[in-house]
């Protein structure tokens, strides 16, 4: 672990989600916390990485629980805005842990001077898909800060689920890797507009969010396979290539993927090549990652084409263990194999 | 319900926690959301103004909830600063309710260029109260934002307990209403400090924060007295008379206190008379307040005084059922009788 230099300041990049985030959360949180503090006794707390936690209810099961502060510039875009975001993001984490989500709490910060309107709207989006997924708000916060203070508005959801068996991420040799649907569509998005360039995508309707909750297209299944998934998790910060990372380099695994089957779709191809960014490496809002174990991967894969994730594909699996250190590989287009690295630096801040 | 009319702005006095907060969540939030949605069945959400929401979870009890953001300034203040005010504040919302803390989640949202020095003290302190309370860290997100979009940081928490039975506010006639402790120190440092005036006060010693979690005085009381604590809440934003006010106007009750007996250390007195400032709507940290069968009043007291709450009062109690409106009234020094008002407008911003 790196120990952080007095007089040093906190970075954008620290923020990005990836290494840099994973080295200053081990710094100032992390290696201060006493073993048995990282997690409730027979669950899952920070002493694992993962899309929430885990707390133990007897015969219930366990209570999934998941919280983030949603932060993303511009607050409305194609195909969602901030209260969508807000909503279906902590959805997701219960949901990739097996939760079947049953309420959220929000917590509002909001500077003075915003628009009441634009506020209403807001929140009609955070409460309408709410709405669809049958999950109740149950609590919350609301602050207001001077707008010398703040610029917009932070709004942290925590989404609360239960699941009989919860997925902890434990990806197996054999696996094979799916994702649910086309990647990266959500950074690019915003990536645009951060800067300054949404006339030439967004609005002209070639690219919109995939800011979606997950829960109707992935219960079904992880109810149905059970043990056989093993390990779900959405690409959001620091996208494809930070799970992919994160699940080699804990598990101490190899894991290969295909370029070619890598579901992307043509602008979002085009875009990032145009930004100079890897799509690998951009968030998406609607989007799964699954390990699960090969005889059941094709049953799996037609599943989810058959109930409307369409462009779902399997894109690589579980070589096999690391000798050293885990691994993540990808088989180019042309034939070659190059590392994936996990994103560094400050890629594209407020996407979420 | 007020509708909050076209190209209005959300004000600071829509923050303070009082009636105007009400105003906007009625008008944004809670009059939208369908009435089933409100709660999970069997539980509390937000339906009741409580310090927090309960999940029911079968022969265990419930979960208790409880999700705040803390933006107080300055960060370091005599007593505590914002990492001991984000553990405790969320814990104690979890206790008022009858809850066990097990957990918490902490999402923080720093501005890129805050000191890493200054957040690992934030943290150290954040964690050592976790630590004496026996609560684990079992999760939680970190985004960083440009400076020019946030000054600061902002710490927000949700804290999980379990309670066998839940306290729900339901304050009786005939209750007694007891404090727990000096009323509005937390609220007139802070105030002190936003005034630029904290030489006078804070540094001198004369004043300090009352934060501290609060569950070793209580939950011991709770287990033992049962039903017979009606409502427990803690006096933060918005003070004693917010807490009171919500009492009265949600059961339609006449709560009658006397001033004389109000828990009030003379330095707040002289310097909320400095400020023109009522005490009664200046935040405690550390403080409970109680409403609780006459019958066992003077005991629990009694007990509250013995394991070091030395400055526990009965202030008052609750007279009767109203005709039309609950109302607070107290009984002045000097003999006459007064409505005791929810505080109304931009009080003192930032005090938690």
């Known amino acids: 672990m ?41 669950g899952v707390g920070i002493d694992v990485l993962d899309d929430g936690a885990t707390i133990p209810i007897g015969d219930l099961g366990y209570v999934v629980i998941s919280t983030d502060s949603y932060t993303v510039k511009p607050l409305f875009f194609p195909g969602g805005d901030i209260g969508k975001l807000a909503a279906a993001g902590s959805i997701n984490d219960v949901v990739m842990m097996g939760g079947r989500p049953v309420a959220i709490l929000d917590s509002i910060v909001v500077q003075e001077g915003f628009e009441i309107n634009e506020l209403e709207k807001i929140m009609e989006s955070f409460i309408s898909t709410l709405k669809e997924e049958k999950v109740s708000i149950i609590g919350g916060d609301f602050k207001v800060l001077p707008r010398e203070e703040l610029d917009g508005i932070i709004i942290t959801t925590t989404a609360i689920g239960i699941a009989k068996k919860p997925i902890i991420d434990r990806p197996k040799v054999g696996d094979k890797i799916i994702v649910t649907g086309n990647l990266a ?27 979606m909750p997950l829960s109707k297209y992935l219960l079904p299944i992880f109810e149905k396979y059970g043990e056989k998934i093993n390990a779900a998790r959405d690409p959001t910060r620091g996208g494809l290539s930070e799970v992919l990372n994160e699940w080699a380099l804990q598990n101490k695994l190899i894991i290969e993927i295909d370029e070619k089957s890598i579901p992307l779709r043509e602008p979002v191809v085009k875009y990032t090549e145009m930004l100079g960014i890897d799509p690998l490496h951009l968030a998406s809002e609607g989007v799964a990652v699954l390990s699960v174990e090969e005889s059941v991967s094709e049953e799996i894969l037609d599943e989810l084409q058959k109930n409307g994730l369409s462009d779902a594909k399997i894109i690589g699996e579980v070589k096999k263990e690391a000798k050293e250190m885990g691994i993540v590989l990808m088989k180019t287009a042309i034939g070659g194999r190059r590392v994936v690295e996990p994103p560094r630096g400050e890629l594209v801040p407020r996407i979420c």
């Not at 952080?4 to 290696?31: A, R, W």
């Not at 569509?185 to 800011?211: C, F, M, P, T, W």
């Open 185 to 211: 569509e959500h950074g690019v998005l915003i990536s645009l507009y951060r800067l300054g360039l949404e006339d030439k995508a967004g609005n002209a309707g070639l690219l919109q969010s995939d800011v």
């Open 2 to 42: 790196k120990i952080l230099e007095e007089g040093k300041t906190v970075k954008l990049s620290h923020g990005n989600g990836g290494p840099e985030t994973s080295e200053i959360l081990n710094s100032i949180l992390f290696s201060k916390v006493e073993e048995t503090l990282k997690r409730v006794e027979g």
